[in-house]
Structures are given as structure tokens and as C-alpha cells.
T-cell receptor, first 108, second 116 residues
Framework: KNEVEQSPQNLTAQEGEFITINCSYS?????LHWLQQHPGGGIVSLFM???GKKKHGRLIATINIQEKHSSLHITASHPRDSAVYIC??????????FGTGTRLQVFP | KAGVTQTPRYLIKTRGQQVTLSCSPI?????VSWYQQTPGQGLQFLFE???????NKGNFPGRFSGRQFSNSRSEMNVSTLELGDSALYLC???????????????FGPGTRLLVL
């Protein structure tokens, strides 16, 4: 069993739809990262959160430490949101353990 | 402020050769981590350096090694290359003010290595 699991693995949506990506983890952590990887490989850190909710533009991330679960929401999705979204948890200071990623495609 | 840079961006080697990849962190960042990404295994942690010391190491063979210089720049080396070492190698830097919680990591564009 992976220590960090994401669902779904693949997701397609029409422009404007509300998107939810889930991440569950089994290791004990105090913070969780959401990353975005575009074709070509570049990775951008979207959020790092240790409790509650964070919002940046159309992106919202929530975390429930007790249930070891986090969600990434995208409101009013757009084709430029098409990317792989990866959650990661720190283990031993900054050693990150990654989920397998969710490939999102948003069609116009 | 310039982002994390990695050189080279692309590299082709043959089995048995060795390779050195370089990573320059964001100015002021003291922690550099290295990751390997393959289609089969996804993203995996290689090692992390802080103030020229390796603090964490992933489950990779001894052929994978690294170092960090006094200016925080880091290099990783892979010796006796194998076909399975073909991957995207990413480095990421962070300030490391609070090592218990973890900090936002800033990723470089990666070095794509192909081993023939």
C-alpha cells in the first residue's frame, strides 16, 4: 500500500466545471504539499498546508490532519489547468514522499 | 530573484558511463533536494543537502551520490549508468528556516537523462 494515495488517477472535464482531487496518506505528517506539473516537466508548488484551508485564485486546498486526507479543488476550470497534480508529504524534515499524481485534462 | 536552475537540460549517455548534474538554488536558499521521476516509479526522493551536509537519503544504490558547495549549489553524480537510470532529474531548493514543518520547495526545470 502506497503511503500517499491520490484519486482519481485521470480526470477529464469540460471548461467551467468544478474539479476535486483527493489525497490520502498514512505517514504521520505536519504539512502537505500540492504540486502542479505541466507537460515538459516543470513543477510548481501550489500550496503547503498544515491545517484548514488555503485559497489562491481559483484553487482551494483543504486538509484534515485527523483523517489524514487533503483535497485540491479547482473552480471554473480552464484548459490551461490541464496538468498533473501531485500531493506530497514531508517525512524526516524535507524528504518528500509523493503521490502518483492525477492527470487532469480540461476541454474547451 | 532568479529561480532554480539546472544544467544541462538534456543529456544522452551510454551504459557504463557516469554523469554529473548541476543545480543552482534560489539565492539565499540553503537546502537542496534531488528527485528522480520515471513513468514507472513516479517521483522519488534521492537526497537532501543542507549547509554542505547530506541530511536525508532515499532508497537508491550507492551509484547515486551528491554534494553541496559552500554557495549552496549542488551536484549529483550517477556512476556506471544503467538503462533504468533514464529519467527526469529534478532539484528543488528551500529556505529551511523551520525544518520540523517543512517549507515550500521551489523546483528547477529538470535534467532529462537518456541512457542508451
Amino acid at each position: 500500500k502506497n503511503e500517499v494515495e491520490q484519486s482519481p488517477q485521470n480526470l477529464t472535464a469540460q471548461e467551467g466545471e468544478f474539479i476535486t482531487i483527493n489525497c490520502s496518506y498514512s505517514v504521520g505528517i505536519s504539512a502537505l504539499h500540492w504540486l502542479q506539473q505541466h507537460p515538459g516537466g516543470g513543477i510548481v508548488s501550489l500550496f503547503m498546508l498544515s491545517s484548514g484551508k488555503k485559497k489562491h485564485g481559483r484553487l482551494i486546498a483543504t486538509i484534515n490532519i485527523q483523517e489524514k486526507h487533503s483535497s485540491l479543488h479547482i473552480t471554473a476550470s480552464h484548459p490551461r489547468d490541464s496538468a498533473v497534480y501531485i500531493c506530497a508529504v514531508p517525512y524526516n524534515t524535507d524528504k518528500l514522499i509523493f503521490g502518483t499524481g492525477t492527470r487532469l485534462q480540461v476541454f474547451p | 530573484k532568479a529561480g532554480v536552475t539546472q544544467t544541462p537540460r538534456y543529456l544522452i549517455k551510454t551504459r557504463g558511463q557516469q554523469v554529473t548534474l548541476s543545480c543552482s538554488p534560489i539565492s539565499g536558499h540553503r537546502s537542496v533536494s534531488w528527485y528522480q521521476q520515471t513513468p514507472g516509479q513516479g517521483l522519488q526522493f534521492l537526497f537532501e543537502y543542507f549547509s554542505e551536509t547530506q541530511r536525508n537519503k532515499g532508497n537508491f544504490p550507492g551509484r547515486f551520490s551528491g554534494r553541496q558547495f559552500s554557495n549552496s549549489r549542488s551536484e549529483m553524480n550517477v556512476s556506471t549508468l544503467e538503462l533504468g537510470d533514464s529519467a527526469l532529474y529534478l532539484c528543488a531548493s528551500s529556505l529551511q528556516r523551520n525544518s520540523r514543518v517543512g517549507e515550500t520547495q521551489y523546483f528547477g526545470p529538470g535534467t532529462r537523462l537518456l541512457v542508451l
